[in-house]
Every structure is written in C-alpha cells, then in structure tokens.
C-alpha cells in the first residue's frame, strides 16, 4: 500500500517567510493550534523567482513544516491568513519513510486535544 496517500500519513510543507519574525509567528501558531508537530525556522535562504512578470530575488526564511496529511487542508488555511504575502508558498512533499517513533510522535503531536 502506498502509505503516501493515507490520510493519516506524515507529509513534509515547505513554506517561505520575508523575515525570522514572522516565520516564528507562523511557526508558533501551527504548533500551537495543532496544525504541526514541529518547524524549522531556517534562516539565510536566498530566493530568485518571478513574481508579475519580473524576476526579483530576496533573503526569506524557510519554514520545514511537519505534520499529517489530514491536517494539511488547516495547516494551509491557516498559513494564508497568518502570512503577508499575497500569494505565499506552501508546498507539500510526502515523507517516503522515517523513524516509526517520530511518525508516531508527529501524529500524537498534532492529534485533537488538550494543548500541551
């Protein structure tokens, strides 16, 4: 069975941010609120893109989000209404294996119930 497609599957999100403090901001609120075991706030990240037609490049910070992909539809809803970008980037990428302890853990992590 392709565990990739199942609901409850760990998936990986790739999201941007123009600066360390609202990637924090973003960060915290998805741990918080359940939508993501962990992020990684990655600094030092150079992108060249095109954005309207022009190319443009700027220093972000890249945000490596892990969760489940039942909590991906949220997660995404709630990265739009936290980000200031327009059009922000969120990029979901299955996770092929990893250690059964931390899928386990990443699953419990962002499961319904009391913070904590």
Known sequence: MDTRLETGA???CLVTAPSAEEGHRIAR???EERLAACVNVV???RSVYRWQGVVEEAEE???VVKTTRDRFSGLQERVVSLHSYQVPEVVVLPV???LPAYQAWVQ???DAGPAG
């Open 61 to 63: 910070v890249l945000l």
């Open 10 to 12: 760990m998936v990986v």
């Open 96 to 98: 092929e294996g990893a």
């Open 43 to 45: 600094a030092g990240v």
């Open 29 to 31: 609120v998805l741990v």
């Open 108 to 110: 419990e992590s962002v």
